[in-house]
């Protein structure tokens, strides 16, 4: 019993997104497919469940040549996919988005919801999974909802199961319980396929790794024959350096200093629930926690984009609690939001336009109505320049560049000017290795000229690899506070909340 | 460093959304009820009673007799008590119940202020206003499901419209059931218009909607000129009868108001049912809905978006070319210019008033079937508003319904939304 992708290629207009992709998996083995973002993990991954179809190649299961129209038709040859954004319907409990697609009826399409709860309820016992199936989805928690996406694919009865990036989303202790889960699976004899860019993860959960770079695989390799740095370089095709070079902080005055501050969400729960901490000059303080603790809606409150219900945000003594991101940029904070492409760029516009976005209505872009673009052009040209941009142009779309350039634009927006608080949230979240190097250091920098400096990022990796000190969100609170020297398990643990930790283990 | 976990006096920088909303409201109550002690308890003679009629002519007879400034004391002080209880934000979850209250009580007041030294059919205007609400919980019926499965229909007016129009011409000719059939096909036919226009080219959506209205506006309005004034035989489909449901229709007052009616009454209240039932019990229910909220989902468990949706808004299309058959082939018998007068527009706030739910579509059509009413009945009697602003009164209704006074509610997420498959 085997599944086999032979000889896959994928042409995309201008891009060759699949090269020659050869990957195969047996019944009861995991197969983890390593690459960096846009190695071409993602597209071969669709191609297998039906999302798209090959430009040419094979997909042959038990040696029998198949072919997927939809994820229906690949459903049915027995292939099961928990996506990297979940695809659970949120309003929806979790026996309604089990069945969904293949729903128990009895006459007239009458869905026969005991048998539903029943199906639920007997894969989750199987497999330990404690999962309430009356329970709606946008209640649960993260790692709950993934185990939902598990069920989901054993109750369609899938041979093969594939992982998209599964422990993006999870705290260390989940990670734990998701390998488990997993180890089970394949003593049950489904065929899994891991795919990750987390070596360390690869090399404790895999029977075999697949390496991939830039639509094509380079290697294959045993886990017993390599360790991080090999796997590392395969990925990246040069010797990379995992660690960021940084001097000890020197902290001086307080920067930052957030009381008690109580944030509303879209929803109105109070996201951020009564938070206090200080940031001061020349250090960097990260923030830890598995994502939608609360981290959003916090730098949302510290940048001017939400209102908060109440407590006070002080920036050098100075009330900025209501003030609006205008201010908040004039009183010199610079901001790199979470998600670049939503909220740090103006995607149309050009490379030009995006550099001056912060800037243009001061002297000496504008004057009074006019702007001067010739002046924004050259300081687009500068800062392409110091900034390192790799790009064509800077009159060619922002769209049109890579991950890291975008956020190397936005990172040269944001710094071009005498910084006294940097707020970043996933500064380097799906950019290639080269560019986080480049931030990373780029960060450090500003804090060695002066600059209080605020790192939020779900990857603890680069939290405790950039911070001076790092402080753990959980439910809207903060769960603890640690020094650079704490070892990566203690602030996992913070990251599960101490009180729900033993619940949550089990 | 502080580590605030303990729950510490927070200094409040603003209200919850909520709460200031629950202060508007109390606040415009406390006015209203100012409002009624000014204008209907003191503005009339102390002397005056007001008749409600609370049977049909050729029932039982049955009248309520009430002083018509005692009510409307009574109805002041409730209004401004509940007025005050909103305001004190103590169960800002029930500020809707309270609003809901007094403006029930608001409305009677009114009614009573209105039929002062005079009688008047109260239970006329009762069954009227479900009359009345049967297009405009038709339309919202078509509304959500079309918005169930994230296409938003603005055209419900030109379906409406079309509908009407095809529905006196085939009435005419080959009778009233032709003339039901293919009004209902005729929604249906603009309903694939839409889905074509907004899931195949996916142009937006209210545009493409707006598009349609002006069409059928346009085409119905040249078609009524030029064929119905000269073939006027064309026009005259006759209509569906009232037909008494046993029992049901006996009961005092309700009996009148919902169970003696045409089938087109009957088949709302059957549709709505069938509805809730699909939507929130059945296979098809479950998968529409997964559409509306998360079309990616629904696509990797092998469910057709596109399919789901152009089926859905054309059920839509039915559904509003089931109103538009109401429209001539019940209640008014033959076409004329503009017949609709935005109903179809009222119908899509009905829908949301009603949370995208059948029976808050029900519901929200009966709020709006009484402010027509009001704007037919009140003519009658003589009240020293002018009927300008009486006309007013169902926009009106629309305007404030839809401004928020019933709070944020939660449409499908993917709402308008087109659907890429990559």
Same mark, same amino acid.
């Given at each position: 019993m085997e599944l086999a992708l032979t000889g896959i290629t994928k042409q995309f207009p201008g891009v060759l997104a699949n090269d020659n992709v050869n990957l195969r998996v047996a019944e009861g083995e995991i197969?983890?497919?390593?690459?960096?973002?846009?190695?071409?993990?993602?597209?071969?991954?669709?191609?297998?469940?039906?999302?798209?179809?090959?430009?040419?190649?094979?997909?042959?299961?038990?040696?029998?040549?198949?072919?997927? #129209?939809?994820?229906?038709?690949?459903?049915?040859?027995?292939?099961?996919?928990?996506?990297?954004?979940?695809?659970?319907?949120?309003?929806?409990?979790?026996?309604?988005?089990?069945?969904?697609?293949?729903?128990?009826?009895?006459?007239?399409?009458?869905?026969?919801?005991?048998?539903?709860?029943?199906?639920?309820?007997?894969?989750?016992?199987?497999?330990?999974?404690?999962?309430?199936?009356?329970?709606?989805?946008?209640?649960?928690?993260?790692g709950i909802q993934q185990r939902v996406e598990i069920i989901k694919v054993l109750e369609r009865q899938a041979r093969f199961v594939v992982f998209d990036e599964p422990t993006s989303v999870l705290t260390p202790t989940e990670v734990d319980g998701f390998f488990e889960i997993v180890q089970s699976l394949k003593a049950d004899g489904k065929g899994i396929i891991f795919i990750s860019h987390k070596l360390g993860e690869a090399l404790e959960i895999a029977d075999r790794i697949v390496i991939m770079r830039r639509g094509k695989t380079v290697a294959e390799v045993l886990p017993k024959d390599i360790d991080e740095a090999g796997l590392a370089e395969l990925m990246v095709g040069r010797p990379v350096d995992l660690v960021v070079d940084k001097a000890p902080a020197d902290p001086k005055d307080v920067v930052l200093a957030v009381e008690n501050l109580t944030v509303l969400d879209d929803r109105n729960r109070r996201s951020v629930d009564g938070v206090s901490?200080?940031?001061?000059?020349?250090?960097?303080?990260?923030?830890?926690?598995?994502?939608?603790?609360? #981290?959003?809606?916090?730098?949302?409150?510290?940048?001017?984009?939400?209102?908060?219900l109440g407590g006070r945000v002080r920036l050098k003594g100075e009330d900025m609690t209501t003030a609006s991101p205008r201010a908040m940029h004039q009183a010199n904070v610079a901001h790199v939001p979470e998600d670049r492409q939503k909220s740090g760029l103006v995607l149309p516009f050009t490379v030009t336009e995006n550099i001056i976005l912060n800037s243009y209505y001061e002297e000496p872009l504008s004057r009074g109505v006019?702007?001067?673009?010739?002046?924004?052009?050259?300081?687009?040209?500068?800062?392409?320049?110091?900034?390192?941009?790799?790009?064509?142009?800077?009159?060619?779309?922002?769209?049109?560049?890579?991950?890291?350039? #975008?956020?190397?634009?936005?990172?040269?927006?944001?710094?071009?000017?005498?910084?006294?608080?940097?707020?970043?949230?996933?500064?380097?979240?799906?950019?290639?290795?080269?560019?986080?190097?480049?931030?990373?250091?780029?960060?450090?920098?500003?804090?060695?000229?002066?600059?209080?400096?605020?790192?939020?990022?779900?990857?603890?990796?680069?939290?405790?690899?950039?911070?001076?000190?790092?402080?753990?969100?959980?439910?809207?609170?903060?769960?603890?506070?640690?020094?650079?020297?704490?070892?990566?398990?203690?602030?996992?643990?913070?990251?599960?909340?101490?009180?729900d930790e033993a619940e949550e283990a089990s | 460093m502080a580590v605030t976990t303990s729950p510490e006096i927070v200094e409040k920088v603003r209200a919850t959304p909520e709460e200031r909303r629950a202060t508007a409201i109390g606040i415009v109550l406390v006015a209203i009820a100012a409002f009624v002690l000014w204008v209907f308890a003191l503005g009339v003679d102390s002397s005056f009673v007001s008749t409600f009629n609370l049977s049909l002519p050729g029932d039982p007879d049955l009248t309520w007799v009430v002083s018509s400034q005692v009510l409307s004391f009574v109805v002041a002080a409730t209004i401004a008590f509940i007025g005050g209880w909103v305001l004190r934000r103590t169960h800002v979850k029930w500020t809707n119940l309270g609003l809901a209250i007094a403006l029930s009580l608001f409305a009677l007041a009114f009614l009573t202020w209105a039929a002062a030294d005079k009688s008047f059919s109260l239970v006329g205007m009762l069954r009227s206003t479900v009359i009345l609400s049967v297009p405009v919980t038709l339309g919202a019926l078509s509304g959500l499901m079309c918005e169930r499965v994230a296409i938003i229909n603005i055209a419900i007016e030109g379906q409406l419209l079309t509908a009407a129009f095809v529905g006196t011409v085939a009435g005419s000719a080959w009778g009233i059931w032709a003339g039901l059939i293919g009004?209902?096909?005729?929604?249906?036919?603009?309903?694939?218009?839409?889905?074509?226009?907004?899931?195949?080219?996916?142009?937006?959506?209210?545009?493409?909607?707006?598009?349609?209205?002006?069409?059928?506006?346009?085409?119905?309005?040249?078609?009524?000129?030029?064929?119905?004034?000269?073939?006027?035989?064309?026009?005259?489909?006759?209509?569906?009868?009232?037909?008494?449901?046993?029992?049901?229709?006996?009961?005092?007052?309700?009996?009148?108001?919902?169970?003696?009616?045409?089938?087109?009454?009957?088949?709302t209240y059957i549709l709505v049912i069938v509805l809730h039932f699909g939507l929130f019990y059945t296979r098809w229910g479950l998968r529409s809905r997964a559409v509306g909220e998360h079309p990616k989902a629904a696509d990797t468990v092998g469910i057709d978006v596109y399919r789901t949706r152009y089926r859905n808004v054309m059920y839509g299309g039915l559904i509003a070319g089931f109103g538009g058959a109401f429209l001539t082939l019940a209640q008014v018998s033959r076409f004329e210019e503009n017949l609709t007068a935005g109903v179809g527009y009222i119908g899509l706030a009905a829908m949301i008033f009603g949370r995208w739910m059948p029976f808050g579509?029900?519901?929200?059509?009966?709020?709006?079937?009484?402010?027509?009413?009001?704007?037919?009945?009140?003519?009658?009697?003589?009240?020293?508003?002018?009927?300008?602003?009486?006309?007013?009164?169902?926009?009106?209704?629309?305007?404030?319904?839809?401004?928020?006074?019933?709070?944020?509610?939660?449409?499908?997420?993917?709402?308008?939304?087109?659907?890429?498959?990559?």
């Amino acid at each position: 019993m085997e599944l086999a992708l032979t000889g896959i290629t994928k042409q995309f207009p201008g891009v060759l997104a699949n090269d020659n992709v050869n990957l195969r998996v047996a019944e009861g083995e995991i197969v983890a497919l390593l690459g960096e973002n846009g190695a071409g993990k993602t597209t071969l991954m669709n191609i297998l469940y039906g999302l798209y179809h090959p430009t040419a190649g094979t997909v042959e299961i038990d040696g029998k040549p198949v072919q997927f #129209q939809s994820p229906g038709d690949a459903i049915d040859a027995g292939i099961g996919m928990v996506h990297q954004h979940f695809m659970l319907v949120p309003v929806f409990t979790v026996a309604e988005n089990v069945i969904l697609g293949d729903e128990p009826t009895k006459r007239l399409g009458v869905i026969n919801r005991a048998k539903a709860r029943d199906a639920v309820t007997e894969i989750s016992r199987r497999y330990n999974l404690d999962v309430d199936p009356d329970a709606t989805i946008e209640d649960l928690p993260v790692g709950i909802q993934q185990r939902v996406e598990i069920i989901k694919v054993l109750e369609r009865q899938a041979r093969f199961v594939v992982f998209d990036e599964p422990t993006s989303v999870l705290t260390p202790t989940e990670v734990d319980g998701f390998f488990e889960i997993v180890q089970s699976l394949k003593a049950d004899g489904k065929g899994i396929i891991f795919i990750s860019h987390k070596l360390g993860e690869a090399l404790e959960i895999a029977d075999r790794i697949v390496i991939m770079r830039r639509g094509k695989t380079v290697a294959e390799v045993l886990p017993k024959d390599i360790d991080e740095a090999g796997l590392a370089e395969l990925m990246v095709g040069r010797p990379v350096d995992l660690v960021v070079d940084k001097a000890p902080a020197d902290p001086k005055d307080v920067v930052l200093a957030v009381e008690n501050l109580t944030v509303l969400d879209d929803r109105n729960r109070r996201s951020v629930d009564g938070v206090s901490f200080q940031v001061r000059s020349g250090e960097i303080v990260g923030i830890a926690g598995v994502q939608g603790n609360g #981290q959003t809606e916090l730098v949302e409150a510290l940048t001017g984009l939400r209102t908060p219900l109440g407590g006070r945000v002080r920036l050098k003594g100075e009330d900025m609690t209501t003030a609006s991101p205008r201010a908040m940029h004039q009183a010199n904070v610079a901001h790199v939001p979470e998600d670049r492409q939503k909220s740090g760029l103006v995607l149309p516009f050009t490379v030009t336009e995006n550099i001056i976005l912060n800037s243009y209505y001061e002297e000496p872009l504008s004057r009074g109505v006019i702007m001067d673009w010739d002046e924004a052009r050259d300081r687009a040209t500068r800062l392409v320049e110091e900034y390192d941009v790799r790009t064509p142009g800077i009159d060619v779309p922002v769209s049109n560049l890579s991950g890291g350039n #975008q956020q190397k634009v936005i990172v040269a927006r944001e710094f071009d000017r005498d910084v006294a608080l940097v707020i970043a949230s996933q500064p380097t979240r799906g950019i290639d290795v080269g560019s986080i190097e480049y931030i990373h250091s780029r960060i450090v920098e500003e804090r060695d000229l002066g600059a209080a400096v605020l790192i939020v990022s779900s990857e603890l990796e680069e939290v405790m690899a950039l911070s001076d000190r790092v402080l753990v969100m959980y439910a809207g609170k903060i769960a603890g506070e640690f020094d650079a020297s704490a070892s990566t398990t203690e602030v996992g643990l913070a990251m599960l909340g101490s009180a729900d930790e033993a619940e949550e283990a089990s | 460093m502080a580590v605030t976990t303990s729950p510490e006096i927070v200094e409040k920088v603003r209200a919850t959304p909520e709460e200031r909303r629950a202060t508007a409201i109390g606040i415009v109550l406390v006015a209203i009820a100012a409002f009624v002690l000014w204008v209907f308890a003191l503005g009339v003679d102390s002397s005056f009673v007001s008749t409600f009629n609370l049977s049909l002519p050729g029932d039982p007879d049955l009248t309520w007799v009430v002083s018509s400034q005692v009510l409307s004391f009574v109805v002041a002080a409730t209004i401004a008590f509940i007025g005050g209880w909103v305001l004190r934000r103590t169960h800002v979850k029930w500020t809707n119940l309270g609003l809901a209250i007094a403006l029930s009580l608001f409305a009677l007041a009114f009614l009573t202020w209105a039929a002062a030294d005079k009688s008047f059919s109260l239970v006329g205007m009762l069954r009227s206003t479900v009359i009345l609400s049967v297009p405009v919980t038709l339309g919202a019926l078509s509304g959500l499901m079309c918005e169930r499965v994230a296409i938003i229909n603005i055209a419900i007016e030109g379906q409406l419209l079309t509908a009407a129009f095809v529905g006196t011409v085939a009435g005419s000719a080959w009778g009233i059931w032709a003339g039901l059939i293919g009004a209902m096909l005729t929604g249906a036919i603009l309903g694939f218009v839409l889905a074509v226009l907004s899931i195949r080219y996916r142009i937006d959506q209210i545009i493409a909607g707006v598009v349609i209205n002006i069409f059928a506006l346009g085409l119905t309005s040249f078609l009524a000129r030029r064929i119905l004034s000269v073939t006027p035989e064309l026009n005259s489909p006759g209509r569906f009868s009232t037909h008494k449901v046993p029992l049901l229709g006996d009961i005092p007052v309700l009996g009148s108001m919902f169970f003696n009616h045409n089938m087109f009454v009957y088949g709302t209240y059957i549709l709505v049912i069938v509805l809730h039932f699909g939507l929130f019990y059945t296979r098809w229910g479950l998968r529409s809905r997964a559409v509306g909220e998360h079309p990616k989902a629904a696509d990797t468990v092998g469910i057709d978006v596109y399919r789901t949706r152009y089926r859905n808004v054309m059920y839509g299309g039915l559904i509003a070319g089931f109103g538009g058959a109401f429209l001539t082939l019940a209640q008014v018998s033959r076409f004329e210019e503009n017949l609709t007068a935005g109903v179809g527009y009222i119908g899509l706030a009905a829908m949301i008033f009603g949370r995208w739910m059948p029976f808050g579509a029900l519901g929200a059509g009966l709020v709006f079937g009484f402010a027509l009413t009001l704007q037919q009945k009140l003519g009658i009697l003589g009240t020293p508003i002018p009927s300008e602003f009486l006309s007013m009164t169902p926009y009106l209704v629309t305007i404030i319904v839809v401004a928020g006074v019933v709070g944020r509610s939660r449409p499908p997420a993917a709402d308008g939304q087109p659907y890429i498959k990559d």
